[in-house]
Nanobody, 126 residues
């Protein structure tokens, strides 16, 4: 059974930084792409970043490119999201997710991901 557990959320001032972590279990972590999404109150879940199974390829939403960095440690089965220069409008619940297909390229649509964590709240105060 695939399980994902996010951590690292919290309250930060605008312009500050946070690093989110997502620990995975239940299958061979290094065989699967990983993604981060976020959902603000009253809004749809949106893509933030994704990384290929090897870590070689990364993808970002245009709104976070240059400020956020996704990375993974396959030895520890953890994916990270380093968030810098945070903005108040980025207050949301952040989720990590992973697809069912091994060695698939990471997608930017939530429907491509089968397994989700419970999310971690990020609040950016202005």
């Amino acid at each position: 059974q695939v399980q994902l557990q996010e951590s690292g959320g919290g309250l930060v001032q605008a312009g500050g930084s946070l690093r989110l972590s997502c620990a995975a279990s239940g299958r061979t972590f290094s065989n699967y792409a990983m993604g981060w999404f976020r959902q603000a109150p009253g809004k749809d879940r949106e893509f933030v970043a994704a990384v290929s199974w090897s870590g070689t390829f990364t993808y970002y939403a245009s709104s976070v490119k240059g400020r956020f960095t996704i990375s993974r440690d396959n030895a520890k089965s953890i994916v990270y999201l380093q968030m810098n220069s945070l903005k108040s409008e980025e207050t949301a619940v952040y989720y990590c997710a992973t697809p069912t297909g091994r060695f698939s390229m990471p997608a930017q649509t939530s429907s491509a991901y089968a397994y989700w964590g419970q999310g971690t709240q990020v609040t950016v105060s202005s």
